[in-house]
């Protein structure tokens, strides 16, 4: 019988807290980010969503979804035509 190698990736707290924050958020507004072009499967722009997202985690809680996606449109991270 073969031995596995066991490989072990440590995670930091930033990686842990990045996680645990942009997946919080997407599950909040699963149903919002269903009809958004920006929230399609795979797409690209989800990655700078998220940055934008752990970034600005500190306000995202009381800050209504629709206000969110203004705040990324004036930051550069979705144009209108992404909603």
Known sequence: ???QKRVF???G???YDR???TSAWFVSNMNELKTRKYG???NPKMNKVYDWVYEHRDII???PFEEQERMMIADGVLT???I
Do not use: G, N
């Open 40 to 42: 399609t499967r795979f």
């Open 9 to 11: 990736t440590a995670l």
């Open 1 to 3: 019988m073969d031995e």
């Open 19 to 21: 996680t645990e924050t």
């Open 13 to 15: 707290y930033e990686d």
């Open 80 to 82: 209108p035509e992404d």
């Open 61 to 63: 809680w009381d800050t």
